[in-house]
């Protein structure tokens, strides 16, 4: 990224920007003044530039006084999603043209005689094939003719493509023959992009690896066009970072380059709020929740670290082998659709009315039933808060489902509100209690438009005794873009039984690895990066790994340890068998200049003054509303209550009592807490 | 009637499906052989108290409906269960064929018995004569494999030893058998303590009572969607094309008689059980017609009692699909739970050509091979099966390279399968020109070409290569499937070459170093005149 000037005022704004598929988030830093500002500004899908430049128009910021500009997109899921990805080819191995057109053979469900194969990236025309062959020993069975690529690379020249994918059987192991590949390209063709898959994904399985190159080469030609425009219109050379899926700062050249890292880049900006919150106030263990309109996701961040997954589904059988935040994803949001099925029963989603009509209550022409409408009829947000609700469209919509069941709108919204919660708290318990984590020991931090009527339920459901409701919940992803850290990792597989590693093998496979990170990646850090290393670990004779942090100069016996310590913790079984070393990874993180939130005093003595009353139906009653704007360090009230601010409701239920903290996040422990 | 109210009914319904999820999620991540944890062999499913399914996983529809008679006889032979217990079997006249092996654990919560978790898989080796499975020629079931009698696995919580030593003594690959089996027994402790969670919440006369609604739910909505096909008799005759030792051929017929409850399927007039294992027990004929007709009525239903209440068969004894002692049934999941539920569909072709279609490769074109792998010096056992070409709907064309459509099996990826087994693939490529031509064009099947790096004894057990996936409605036939060697450049008809009486049926043929074993999958039959 651009070197930082130092001088103040100048350039001290630093600046998040989360695109998402309806709305654009910013959220401005002053470092000079710790002045925060934020927007909500409707997205501009066709052209995205357009939506990011009115978002800080929205703020009125100037570019010359941002220091710092973090942007997380949904460009790349979009594209690869709808199919409007580039003109691209694909280079294999003799014999293996056909990879993409058969994935892995399998289908989402049985029985299901109806259903298609999902559409390959890459056209079967346009997919190659070169003489070569590595083995699975790495023996070199066929070794590769530089005439021959001449000759396929001309033929995909010849289709005007934009760029083409390399992906060579077991290029894991052997990465020679796709150099080649890739220095014949460069030659004859130096106009066309490449990706190559010992580069992008070196790692064992052909589908996954060549799939996850070729999204990368799918999505770059407009991925790239999109970065040089937004840098074209900002105008200042390096100001635009990009947020990757597994939580770093990205400079502009390392996202055109590694589209595919930003899969999941808006929501992995949430759960870097969390972690900054988390340093903010001393806790070290959190569960973040993130509910927007049609999803909900969990992640969690213990001992002040969160998980990094290898694989990511974009969609059913479109695997990418890339890091990611672990993030649970499940289709409830505030927009999800509630239909009866033909057995009758009640069903949430994973349809969602979206923003355009939305739910019911929008007015907007949606007639459909969502969780908004029935949390609206339980007076869990009132009804003129951001705009006016409308009250009757909604227990109208409500109300057909109350009519199936013979129940009243009242009760029928409290069944919806039941049954999104149990899913909610389902996701949760997999990625606590189900991986051994006790909960008890972790604090909920709700954000996203809906989070903020559930969190407390949810709480309760699980065995969280607090929840953190940070300032700005609604945007809290593009906050969390301005807490992002610098960072970049890199695998390579190793696949050799851990008995058969010598001493020192493994920390010189790191420093190897770790070499290969350009130290240009951090410049503006305050600091050299701090590294973390992992190996992806299974018995011997197992398909799948477990990723264990590792210090590169463990023994074996400490490696196994470890490893079967989280094998017993996660599946309950402790073989004693071998153990297969299969990839290494590492990832060099450097900070960003600390935030300089300071904390205020936190003074008994201050007042809490309803704004107004509301009736939670059926559940609480008649409540006070309070406006968070008004709330100051300190003050402590109970439920049940609401707390509104400016485009998001929070619902503490009774038995649980809330508290503004020294940073003004609300926090409310939830002991005794009736869930409703 | 439920005493749940109907919101409370579709949380525990929501909790049972993430839990029959997370049993195939433990399994897949812990298991050691390949079949298992990148083939998707095998399924799991929950059960209440009385052997009645309450909720499947995705998985394979004859391990299911299987399941069924299994664990009758489970309830029937352990009547008072306890907390630890986990019990086995591979059984085949209980559930499938050896090479499934069953592992039921009882589910207590608070001390009351809730139910039965349980998974069931393919080991990649149960012993018999052939390894890995797959001798299309024996004419004796213990030929097959090791039988395990329903044993204790688990005595309340403690490993019996003596069942373990007794089935790894009398397997070729006791340590990949052995992780197989744990990943099964931690799939069912997962599901046993997601239940109990589930229990804590909302009680256990809660869970009971949920498990019972979520039976009644899944037949409401079959009873539902059952109105949209015609009442009416329907009828179908497919066949099993050789034994692989005679010149018989056996017809499979079936008469469907659809009513507003559900559906009466007669095999009367299917022939007489085959000498060799191309038969099906009558349990696992059953499991494969529950697939026929979910796909018939509606696929997103959750699969259940609720549905094979509705489902009654009617078959003489000892016929194909009612095969009985001694007589050889490995390859019922093979090519009778694909044939079975094809003959069904074929039925109803005319009637709902958009659920329905042409034919699909419909064979696993099973094969096994040993050979003593050059790297190590030791033996190598491989098993595998292959996807093939879908037939065409009204809707569309068929896909291209999928398992058949009742089951989620996944390819293993070369470039593990190559890390395993001495054997070189030149190829994997879609086969061009194998799905049928129509106005919607059937689904192409694919080629593998396995170059051998060590002298290899092949067992094989496949069908369909000489009957052809039919068209529907003026579309032309797929290719059949085919396996051929290419031996010193020259490519002959497997069955050719060695001079067999099937071309897709025998058992421990020697093939040489270099021969490069060609699997070519049938294409889907196309639909309406191209």
């Not at chain 1, 704004?13 to 989360?18: A, L, N, P, Q, Y």
């Not at chain 2, 329907?234 to 009513?259: C, H, L, N």
């Not at chain 2, 000498?275 to 979910?294: D, G, K, L, Q």
Request: charged share 20%; net charge negative.
């Amino acid at each position: 990224m651009r070197a930082r000037s130092v001088t103040a005022k100048q350039n001290s704004k630093r600046v998040g920007i989360d695109i998402g598929g309806t709305f654009t988030d910013i959220v401005v830093f002053d470092e000079a003044t710790g002045a925060v500002t934020r927007s909500k500004t409707p997205s501009t899908p066709e052209a995205p530039e357009e939506g990011f430049l009115a978002a800080l128009a929205a703020v009125g910021v100037p570019i010359d006084e941002i220091g710092t500009l973090v942007h997380g997109t949904t460009i790349v899921t979009n594209l690869i999603l709808e199919r409007k990805g580039g003109r691209t080819a694909l280079i294999t191995t003799r014999g293996f043209r056909d990879v993409l057109e058969i994935m892995r053979a399998t289908r989402p469900l049985p029985y299901d005689l109806a259903w298609r194969k999902p559409v390959p990236l890459i056209p079967r025309e346009f997919c190659f094939e070169v003489d070569e062959r590595i083995m699975a020993d790495g023996t070199i069975e066929t070794a590769i003719d530089p005439a021959n690529v001449a000759e396929v690379v001309d033929r995909i020249v010849a289709l005007g493509v934009e760029g083409i994918a390399v992906s060579l059987m077991h290029a894991y192991l052997d990465d020679r023959h796709e150099k080649v590949v890739e220095a014949v390209i460069r030659e004859r063709a130096p106009h066309l992009a490449v990706s190559v898959s010992s580069q992008i994904c070196r790692e064992i399985r052909e589908y996954e690896r060549a799939n996850t190159t070729v999204a990368n080469i799918y999505s770059m030609p407009r991925v790239r066009r999109y970065v040089d425009a937004l840098a074209a219109r900002v105008g200042v050379p390096g100001l635009v970072n990009y947020l990757s899926s597994e939580g770093g700062i990205q400079t502009g050249t390392e996202a055109a380059d590694r589209p595919v890292t930003l899969c999941v880049s808006g929501p992995a900006g949430g759960v870097l709020g969390g972690a900054f919150l988390g340093e903010q106030t001393g806790r070290r263990n959190l569960v973040t929740v993130d509910m927007g309109g049609t999803s909900f996701d969990v992640a969690v961040i213990r001992d002040g670290r969160f998980d990094i997954k290898n694989t990511f589904e974009i969609e059913w059988g479109i695997p990418v082998k890339t890091p990611t935040i672990d993030i649970k994803t499940i289709g409830a949001g505030g927009g999800s659709i509630v239909w009866i099925d033909n057995g009758g029963a009640l069903r949430v989603g994973p349809q969602s009315a979206g923003a355009d009509p939305g739910p019911a209550c929008y007015g907007r022409g949606g007639t459909d039933c969502t969780v908004t409408d029935a949390n609206l009829v339980l007076g869990l947000i009132h009804p003129n808060a951001t705009f006016p609700l409308d009250v009757a469209a909604a227990e109208a919509a409500v109300g057909r489902i109350a009519d199936h069941f013979g129940v009243s709108v009242r009760e029928a919204a409290e069944g919806i509100y039941r049954v999104v919660n149990a899913a909610m708290a389902t996701a949760i318990r997999q990625m606590t209690v189900e991986k051994g984590i006790d909960p008890r020991d972790f604090a909920l931090v709700p954000f996203g438009g809906a989070g903020g009527q559930h969190a407390a339920v949810l709480a309760a459901e699980v065995g969280i005794p607090e929840i953190v409701v940070p300032n700005m919940p609604s945007v809290f992803s593009a906050f969390g873009m301005v807490s992002a850290p610098l960072k970049v990792s890199r695998a390579r597989t190793i696949l050799k039984p851990l008995a058969m590693l010598g001493p020192g093998e493994i920390a010189a496979f790191f420093a190897d690895l770790t070499g290969g990170i350009d130290a240009s990646a951090f410049d503006g850090a305050t600091s050299a990066p701090r590294h973390e290393f992992s190996l992806d670990l299974r018995y011997v004779k197992q398909a799948h790994e477990i990723s264990v942090l590792v210090d590169p100069d463990w023994t074996a016996a400490e490696i196994t340890e470890a490893f079967e310590d989280k094998h017993f913790l996660l599946y309950g079984t402790r073989h004693g068998h071998a153990v297969m070393v299969v990839t290494g990874r590492v990832a060099a993180i450097a900070d960003m200049p600390p935030l300089p939130i300071s904390a205020e005093e936190e003074r008994d003595d201050r007042t809490v003054v309803a704004a107004r009353t509301t009736t939670i139906a059926g559940i609480a009653g008649e409540v006070p509303i309070y406006d968070r704007t008004t709330l100051g360090p300190g003050a402590r009230f109970a439920g049940p209550c609401l707390v509104e601010e400016v485009d998001t409701t929070f619902y503490v239920p009774e038995g649980a009592s809330a508290r503004v903290d020294a940073f003004r996040n609300l926090v409310i422990t939830t002991d005794g807490a009736s869930a409703a | 009637m439920s005493t749940l109210d109907p919101f409370t009914q579709q949380i525990i319904r929501n909790h049972l499906f993430s839990t029959t999820d997370e049993m195939i999620q433990t399994t897949v991540l812990t298991a050691y052989s390949p079949t298992f944890s990148e083939g998707f062999d095998f399924s799991c499913a929950l059960f209440d108290t009385t052997g009645r399914m309450v909720m499947q996983s995705r998985g394979v529809g004859v391990h299911l409906g299987s399941l069924v008679g299994a664990m009758l006889a489970i309830v029937a032979r352990f009547p008072a269960p306890r907390p630890g217990d986990v019990f086995i079997t591979n059984n085949p006249y209980l559930a499938t064929h050896q090479s499934d092996v069953v592992v039921a654990r009882p589910m207590f919560c608070e001390g009351s018995h809730v139910g039965y978790a349980v998974n069931i898989g393919h080991w990649t080796d149960v012993g018999g004569m052939a390894a890995g499975g797959c001798a299309g020629t024996s004419t004796h079931v213990v030929q097959d494999g090791l039988i395990i009698p329903l044993s204790r696995l688990y005595d309340a919580g403690t490993l019996v030893e003596g069942t373990r030593d007794f089935i790894l003594a009398n397997v070729r690959l006791p340590e990949d058998d052995w992780g197989d089996l744990m990943s099964q027994v931690s799939a069912t402790a997962i599901a046993e303590s997601r239940i109990q969670s589930l229990a804590a919440r909302y009680g256990v006369p809660a869970v009971i009572d949920g498990m019972a609604a979520a039976i009644e739910y899944s037949r409401a909505r079959f009873l539902a969607a059952l109105k949209e096909i015609p009442d009416g008799v329907y009828e179908a005759v497919d066949y099993i094309e050789d034994d692989g030792i005679s010149d018989a051929t056996y017809p499979i017929k079936v008469k469907v008689t659809k009513s507003a409850t559900g559906f009466h399927l007669d095999f009367t007039g299917t022939a007489p059980q085959a000498p060799t294992p191309v038969n099906a027990t009558f349990i696992s004929a059953r499991a494969s017609a529950y697939a026929a007709v979910v796909a018939l009525v509606d696929p997103t239903i959750p699969v259940n009692a609720g549905i094979f209440d509705q489902v009654e068969m009617v078959v003489p004894p000892r016929t194909i699909v009612s095969a009985e002692w001694p007589t050889p049934v490995y390859g019922c999941t093979f090519e009778m739970a694909k044939r079975v539920p094809e003959t069904i569909l074929k039925a109803f072709a005319n009637t709902i050509p958009e659920r329905t279609g042409a034919g699909c490769h419909a064979s696993g074109n099973n094969l096994a091979g040993r050979a003593i792998d050059p790297k190590t010096g030791e033996e190598a056992v491989w098993y595998n099966y292959y996807e093939g070409g879908q037939g065409a709907t009204a809707a569309g064309i068929g896909n291209d390279a999928v398992y058949f459509w009742g089951e989620t099996s996944m390819n293993q990826p070369i470039e593990v399968w190559e890390h395993k087994y001495p054997v070189l693939v030149d190829r994997y490529a879609l086969r061009d020109g194998s799905g049928g031509a129509g106005q919607h064009r059937g689904g192409h099947g694919t080629v593998h070409e396995y170059r051998l790096l060590a002298d290899h004894h092949l067992s094989g057990l496949g069908d369909r290569h000489r009957v052809a996936p039919w068209g529907v409605e003026g579309g032309e036939p797929g290719l059949p499937n085919r396996w051929s060697i290419r031996r010193n450049g020259v490519t002959t008809e497997l069955g050719t070459l060695y001079g067999l009486k099937s071309p897709s049926k025998f058992y421990d043929l020697h093939l040489p170093k270099d021969d490069v074993l060609i699997i070519e999958t049938g294409g889907g039959g196309g639909y309406g005149t191209p």
